[in-house]
C-alpha cells in the first residue's frame, strides 16, 4: 500500500479553502504562484502571512530558516519597541 503524505503548502492549501483563495488572501494576483512554490520553496516572507491564516507553522513550511532567531527578534523590548 502506497502512502503519500502531504506538503506543508498542500496542508496550507486544503486548510485555507484552496489554492485561489490562499493567493488571494496573501494578495497574489494568481493562483499560478503558489502552484510554482510546489516545485521551489515557499518565500520565507510569505511564512509568517500563511501560518497566520492556516495555523501551518513556518518552521515546516521552510525548515531551513531560522525561525527561532527571527521570532526572537521580533519580541518586543521592554520600552515597547521591536527589537
Known amino acids: 500500500m502506497e502512502q503519500t ?5 498542500d496542508r496550507a492549501i486544503r486548510l ?5 483563495k490562499l493567493a488571494r ?22 511564512c509568517p502571512s500563511i501560518e497566520g491564516l492556516t495555523g501551518v507553522p513556518c518552521e515546516e513550511l521552510r525548515p531551513d ?9 521580533a519580541q518586543p523590548t521592554q520600552a515597547g519597541q521591536v527589537a
Request: glycine share 10%; hydrophobic share 35%; no cysteine.
Open 65 to 73: 530558516v531560522r525561525w527561532e532567531v527571527l521570532r526572537a527578534k
Open 5 to 9: 503524505t502531504e506538503s506543508p503548502l
Open 16 to 20: 485555507h479553502g484552496g489554492i485561489t
Open 25 to 46: 488572501d496573501l494578495g497574489l494576483n494568481s493562483h499560478a504562484v503558489i502552484n510554482g512554490w510546489r516545485k521551489t520553496r515557499v518565500p520565507s516572507d510569505h
